[in-house]
Each structure stands twice: as C-alpha cells, then as structure tokens.
C-alpha cells in the first residue's frame, strides 16, 4: 500500500524501492508487528485521498507507468484489497473451522435476517449500519 499511495499524486504508483517478492516471505514475526504494518499501510492511503482536491483532480496518475485518471487508480487499488482480504478472510475460516464467527449475515439466518430488514419498510440509511451497533 505504501508503494501506491507514497507521494499519490507526484510519483509513479510502483516505487523503486519496493520489493514484491519479500513480500511473499515470513519477515513479520508478531501480530504487534503485523498491526502495525496494517495501520501504517491504511493510513498512507487515507492521507492519499485527503490530498485530492479541486485542483489536483484531473491529473494522470501512473501505476508501472499505466496512465490512470485518480478515480482509475483508487478503484483499482480498492478491488486488489478487497481481493486480498478474502483471501485473509477465507484463510481465517479455514483455521478456525466451526469456530468461525460470520462476518456478515451467519450461516442459517438469512430468511430472519431479511425479515427483520423488510419490517422496518423503506428507509435512509447506510448498509453497515447494523455493523456500527
């Protein structure tokens, strides 16, 4: 993530001194460490978007020298993560087996969960609100 959202707006998405293939190998050894690199990645991305203004907006921005309007480049990366955390998600499922806490709507209780929506009739709203609770 650093790699694509360092310097966002000013430097080619695919910076020189990353190294994809260490990526690949065991060099996090804690979960402290893991966090850390987590949030460290997240947050370089939300500074990212905080820089995009009026302004700035319609610059080209270049992943492996790929031109990308800014709204390419952002709905790229987001589908990769979102590719990546499945993966992260499906890994967690298969260490933990029936342990497995569902992350959305739990095996089984969809018909229930529906009916409780469609009770509350048509409304704003925003589909997360029932994970904010």
């Not at 998600?89 to 929506?117: A, C, H, R, Y």
């Amino acid at each position: 993530m650093k790699s694509r959202w360092m310097d966002f707006l000013t430097s080619n998405g695919e910076k020189e001194w990353r190294n994809r293939d260490l990526e690949f190998e065991s060099v996090i050894k804690t979960k402290k460490e893991l966090l850390d690199k987590w949030e460290e990645g997240w947050k370089c991305l939300f500074d990212a978007l905080k820089s995009v203004n009026e302004e700035n907006f319609e610059i080209k921005i270049y992943i492996r020298n790929q031109e990308h309007s800014i709204i390419e480049a952002i709905n790229r990366q987001l589908a990769h993560y979102s590719f990546h955390i499945g993966q992260i998600v499906f890994i967690g499922k298969m260490l933990k087996g029936n342990q497995w806490k569902s992350l959305t709507i739990p095996k089984g209780e969809s018909k229930d969960f529906n009916k409780e929506k469609f009770l509350k009739g048509k409304h704003k709203g925003h589909f997360s609100d029932d994970l904010k609770n």
